[in-house]
């Protein structure tokens, strides 16, 4: 559906422009009262001029709304501009980054199919694939994420798709996504990538050979810490079944949630450059500490896929990880000692974080599988927000001097 913007401008006026011209302007359809920004649609259903008019919008025959469980123009607005940012044919919202996932393999996967997913990705991921895809049918396999010949050997004849999550959490490690799309794509099996950590503001995996991609907008594409929700994009025929899935089943994208999402990616670049900026002082501050044991940034030449991080990726992201000298406790002391940081395990907020993934997100492993993700006791992860660098030093220095 096409409707004039005021003055006569359509979207089409947008081709060609950039990344962040798209980021401010893709998306929206002005209404006849000419807003500015955009407007917030609180509706569930909509109305028709006629019966004929009913049944030809049902039929799909003329485009149109028909109920907000399928389509809402303020949701649309953000699914449109999504998809503009992530290069990809169509993007639908999700209200949540777990339904985003969940909407994805119900759609794209059946009972008896096999799922290569990454070793280190987001806890609830693997609860979703272990605890009731696995009900279902579905086969799930772990691969080290950067292990290229492990992603190799891991397949079987129906293996149908692959579920990575890179840069992964906390340890900041990387997978060429390029080759690993040639090596899914050589055996028919497909690419999904879960770009929450990096945003397409800084890293575009569709671009890269990747076939699908997803984010919690829950993090850094909301950016402020308000409110949930999720995002799969990709080509329109594979986003055929996920749209389908998601219209039935109903987890969609609330209007005013859309909103604050569609207000998230108008300064995402601007904010993920600050991010990056503060972390990568961070990071080079903290590796010279002598309290400091290891610090994982992919910005910092010392981290082993920086070559790779600065060829796929055009920032290296805002999680900080690093291991103090000594155990739990002293990680647990330098953590209680921060008075601004925020502890809390969120991240992609305006707002610092600080964490002890051995004993929160990672804490329902087992001692033997978070020794083979690499979680130490003495971890701690800070997602960098946006406050003055020095005193996120100072912070982090009042951690330091109690260790
Ligand atoms: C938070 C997160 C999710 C889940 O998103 P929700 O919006 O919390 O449902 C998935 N993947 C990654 C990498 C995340 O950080």
Redesign the pocket.
């Given at each position: 559906m096409t409707i004039e913007w005021d003055a006569g401008r359509l979207d089409s006026d947008l081709d060609g422009v950039g990344f962040d011209t798209l980021a401010v302007r893709a998306g929206q359809h002005r209404s006849p009262e000419g807003e500015h920004s955009e407007a917030i649609y609180p509706t569930s259903s909509y109305v028709f001029r006629t019966a004929a008019d009913a049944a030809a919008r049902f039929a799909g025959e003329v485009p149109g709304n028909v109920y907000s469980r399928y389509t809402n123009p303020t949701v649309r607005a953000f699914e449109e501009r999504i998809a503009a940012l992530e290069g990809a044919e169509q993007a639908v919202a999700t209200s949540?980054?777990?339904?985003?996932?969940l909407a994805m393999v119900m759609s794209l996967c059946s009972g008896g199919d096999h799922v290569l997913v990454s070793r280190s990705?987001?806890g609830?991921?693997i609860s979703l694939f272990e605890k009731y895809l696995k009900r279902f049918g579905v086969q799930v396999d772990y691969v080290p994420l950067a292990d290229l010949q492990a992603w190799s050997a891991a397949f079987k004849p129906n293996t149908k798709l692959l579920f990575v999550?890179s840069p992964s959490?906390p340890l900041a490690e990387l997978v060429d996504i390029g080759a690993l799309a040639e090596i899914a794509h050589g055996k028919g099996a497909l690419l999904a990538v879960?770009n929450?950590?990096c945003t397409p503001a800084l890293q575009q995996p569709l671009k890269l050979g990747a076939d699908i991609v997803m984010h919690?907008?829950?993090?850094y594409i909301d950016g402020q810490g308000r409110s949930?929700?999720?995002v799969v994009a990709g080509k329109a025929e594979l986003m055929k079944e996920v749209v389908g899935f998601l219209r039935t089943a109903g987890p969609t994208l609330s209007p005013f949630n859309a909103w604050i999402f569609l207000k998230g990616l108008e300064t995402l670049r601007v904010r993920m450059q600050a991010h990056c900026a503060s972390s990568q002082l961070l990071a080079e501050w903290l590796e010279q500490q002598p309290g400091i044991e290891h610090v994982y940034y992919s910005g910092l030449p010392s981290h082993p896929q920086h070559e790779l991080a600065k060829r796929q990726q055009s920032g290296f992201g805002a999680v900080v990880s690093f291991e103090v000298k000594g155990g739990k406790d002293a990680a647990w002391r330098f953590i209680d000692a921060t008075r601004v940081i925020s502890i809390t395990t969120n991240?992609?907020d305006t707002k610092t974080t600080i964490a002890h993934p051995a004993t929160t997100s990672h804490g329902r492993l087992s001692p033997a599988e978070r020794a083979s993700a690499g979680i130490r006791d003495n971890l701690i992860r800070v997602a960098v927000g946006l406050e003055d660098i020095v005193d996120l030093k100072a912070d982090l220095a009042r951690g330091l001097a109690v260790l």
């Open positions: 949540s980054g777990m339904s985003a996932i990705v987001f609830s991921t999550e959490n879960d929450c950590f919690s907008a829950t993090k949930m929700g999720g991240l992609g």
